[in-house]
């Protein structure tokens, strides 16, 4: 099977101020199937972002990508020019970012922003796109959909912000959504319906789903295959269920272990708790 994105050995490096560079991304080789969700995985710092942002072509100085192929449907990304590249993002390869408080614009209201999306990539009017982004609104749980199409983003608490950006990315049905430690902002009842409809959406249109995060219970629940990272290096990849049972990486070992120490903590035998 033909993958829908390839990564071959991206790199991007960082230098501010005069300092040497410094590789984030050394050599990362990936692989994301229609239909199939692919988590990845790692520390705080090992360059899962990065990745995520490269697929975008979205990486601002003093990042710079300085070699590797990214193909999307045979295109390589990074060879398209950025006319090119505007067509592609948010209609056929959406992502939600994780910082909900810089990731939306602070000067427009949250439903413009996600009207402006449908305009541009499905050519509907403004009637018609404000309707759908009522629509989308409520079918990703966000209360007074009405409120908070015409809210600027700071009325809007972070589980909101992150249910606009969901909104956004779900808009124009794109092929494949990179989700960026998506449902952190959420409490657990919210966040499971947020991911059963990404995977039913999934389903339905046969997109790839990039899921990035650091649960190892959701990666054993929702994704069909789990890359790990570490120091800007996959270092492991396989099936799931392989993966969470038969680690072969020393890190990977080690993640698993952290992940199992921390969900066996009991927090009640400690004095001065209520």
Same mark, same amino acid.
């Given at each position: 099977?033909?993958?829908?994105?390839?990564?071959?050995?991206?790199?991007?490096?960082?230098?501010?101020?005069?300092?040497?560079?410094?590789?984030?991304?050394?050599?990362?080789?990936?692989?994301?199937?229609?239909?199939?969700?692919?988590?990845?995985?790692?520390?705080?710092?090992?360059?899962?972002?990065?990745?995520?942002?490269?697929?975008?072509?979205?990486?601002?100085?003093?990042?710079?990508?300085?070699?590797?192929?990214?193909?999307?449907?045979? $295109?390589?990304?990074?060879?398209?020019?950025?006319?090119?590249?505007?067509?592609?993002? #948010?209609? $056929?390869?959406?992502?939600? +970012?994780?910082?909900?408080?810089?990731?939306?614009?602070?000067?427009?209201?949250?439903?413009?922003?996600?009207?402006?999306?449908?305009?541009?990539?499905?050519?509907?009017? !403004?009637?018609?796109? !404000?309707?759908?982004?009522?629509?989308?609104?409520?079918?990703?749980?966000?209360?007074?959909?009405?409120?908070?199409?015409?809210?600027?983003? *700071?009325?809007?608490?972070?589980?909101?912000?992150?249910?606009?950006?969901?909104?956004?990315?779900?808009?124009?049905?794109?092929?494949?959504?990179?989700?960026?430690?998506?449902?952190?902002?959420?409490?657990?009842? *919210?966040?499971?319906?947020?991911?059963?409809?990404?995977?039913?959406? %999934?389903? %339905?249109?046969?997109?790839?789903?990039?899921?990035?995060?650091?649960? +190892?219970?959701?990666?054993?629940? #929702?994704?069909?295959?789990?890359?790990?990272?570490?120091?800007?290096? =996959?270092?492991?990849?396989?099936?799931?269920?392989? =993966?969470?049972?038969?680690?072969?990486?020393?890190?990977?070992? %080690?993640?698993?272990?952290?992940? %199992?120490?921390? *969900?066996?903590?009991?927090?009640?035998?400690?004095?001065?708790?209520?």
């Amino acid at each position: 099977m033909t993958p829908l994105l390839q990564i071959d050995q991206l790199a991007v490096r960082f230098a501010a101020n005069g300092t040497p560079e410094n590789n984030v991304l050394a050599g990362v080789n990936l692989e994301i199937f229609s239909t199939e969700t692919l988590a990845l995985v790692g520390e705080s710092g090992c360059g899962k972002s990065t990745v995520a942002r490269a697929i975008l072509r979205l990486i601002a100085p003093p990042g710079k990508i300085t070699s590797g192929k990214i193909y999307y449907r045979g $295109e390589d990304l990074l060879a398209l020019s950025e006319k090119r590249m505007r067509q592609i993002r #948010w209609k $056929e390869i959406a992502m939600i +970012f994780q910082e909900t408080g810089s990731a939306l614009n602070p000067l427009r209201r949250a439903g413009s922003q996600v009207v402006e999306v449908l305009r541009l990539h499905l050519g509907v009017n !403004k009637k018609a796109a !404000k309707i759908k982004t009522l629509e989308l609104f409520e079918s990703v749980a966000l209360p007074e959909a009405t409120r908070c199409f015409e809210a600027y983003p *700071h009325e809007l608490s972070s589980g909101m912000r992150q249910r606009v950006l969901i909104a956004m990315a779900l808009a124009c049905m794109p092929k494949l959504i990179i989700a960026d430690e998506p449902t952190t902002a959420l409490d657990a009842r *919210h966040q499971q319906e947020i991911l059963v409809q990404l995977l039913a959406l %999934k389903d %339905k249109v046969g997109l790839g789903l990039l899921f990035i995060t650091h649960d +190892f219970g959701l990666i054993a629940k #929702w994704a069909d295959r789990v890359a790990i990272m570490h120091e800007g290096r =996959i270092i492991e990849a396989g099936a799931s269920g392989e =993966i969470l049972a038969r680690p072969q990486h020393a890190h990977t070992m %080690k993640l698993l272990a952290a992940a %199992k120490r921390f *969900h066996q903590t009991d927090l009640t035998n400690y004095a001065g708790t209520a």
